[in-house]
């Protein structure tokens, strides 16, 4: 179970029964590549939503690959697959992890062969951008569309509604109830708009969105269910900066942006100390308000393994997300 909220981040000395970091590093420890683990997470992770939801409206896609544990593991140790993957996520724009985690599927479902397009903006003229198309994929002898998301959410509940809309992203830029709506009230009907149809070599049967993410809750403490997320949902804890309680005993590590997906496996030699990351917290916070992404560590050999995950935040996060609650509503 996770720690109670009076014991120190990290005081859960093995990892939780059942958490997502157990699951994980069950099944995909022997990975090696951050990418192939990162897509491996990606894929086989639990799904942020609830597909039965009725606030969805049917519009939650689910995958499974029966095949996918032999396929990674071929491709982890395959070097020429490896940089072939490489290369293709060495394409990216831009380091923004939802472009990361997208080419990732999208090199995945090309290799699996079921891709038939990815990114393909749809524009009414040269100046008016209608939408764009995450993946349209064959599935199942048909054409379908998915929106891809992947969502990092910390829920400020102080209004007590435990709502999607209470769910809040780090940086306080959305909040899940007002992403979800976008996709389903714009992205997902797309395909619809006559400017779309120029794109597609027939009709789209099916719209859905694909959302993997983390959620995060007070202080390990998570309510039993909130509407509309799926129970199974990996999560985390989210605490001020200045309420953290480290666990001596324990090591740590802070996550960058593109390593929030995957459960953390990092060399002993790189892990942190408790004071090394109360240190490195306190720089980070003394010029930066950013939440941080921080991994509680386990020894595992020569590695060091994630047992939990949390954000730590400025002091005047809370306040800052219950003010963008007001204005938004």
Not at 117 to 146: C, M, P, Y
């Amino acid at each position: 179970m996770p720690a109670p909220q009076n014991e120190p981040a990290g005081a859960a000395a093995m990892i939780a029964p059942g958490s997502c970091q157990e699951q994980f590093h069950l099944r995909w420890n022997h990975l090696l590549d951050p990418h192939v683990r990162a897509l491996a997470w990606l894929l086989d992770a639990p799904d942020l939503l609830d597909p039965h939801a009725a606030q969805w409206q049917g519009q939650i896609a689910t995958y499974a690959d029966s095949d996918l544990a032999s396929w990674l593991a071929e491709l982890d140790q395959a070097p020429h697959k490896l940089q072939e993957l490489h290369v293709y996520i060495g394409s990216l724009p831009s380091t923004r992890l939802g472009l990361y985690a997208e080419k990732l599927l999208a090199f995945y479902f090309e290799q699996r062969q079921l891709l038939v397009a990815h990114s393909v903006q749809v524009r009414a003229s040269k100046n008016d951008t209608i939408g764009e198309f995450d993946f349209l994929l064959r599935l199942h002898g048909g054409l379908v569309h998915w929106e891809f998301a992947t969502k990092f959410y910390l829920l400020e509940s102080s209004a007590g509604s435990l709502q999607a809309d209470d769910f809040l992203g780090p940086n306080l830029a959305d909040s899940l109830g007002a992403k979800m709506q976008k996709i389903l009230q714009r992205q997902l009907v797309l395909s619809q708009h006559p400017a779309a149809q120029m794109h597609l070599s027939e009709p789209v049967v099916s719209a859905q969105a694909l959302v993997k993410g983390w959620l995060f809750y007070l202080d390990h403490l998570h309510p039993s269910s909130v509407l509309g997320v799926s129970a199974n949902a990996c999560r985390g804890y989210w605490r001020a900066s200045s309420a953290l309680a480290l666990d001596e005993s324990a090591l740590y590590q802070l996550l960058p942006r593109l390593r929030w997906l995957a459960p953390a496996k990092v060399a002993l030699a790189d892990a942190l100390s408790a004071e090394q990351a109360r240190s490195a917290l306190s720089q980070h916070f003394a010029g930066d308000a950013a939440p941080v992404l921080l991994a509680t560590l386990r020894t595992d050999g020569g590695d060091a393994l994630e047992t939990e995950r949390g954000f730590v935040v400025s002091d005047d996060w809370a306040g800052r997300a219950i003010a963008q609650r007001h204005v938004s509503r």
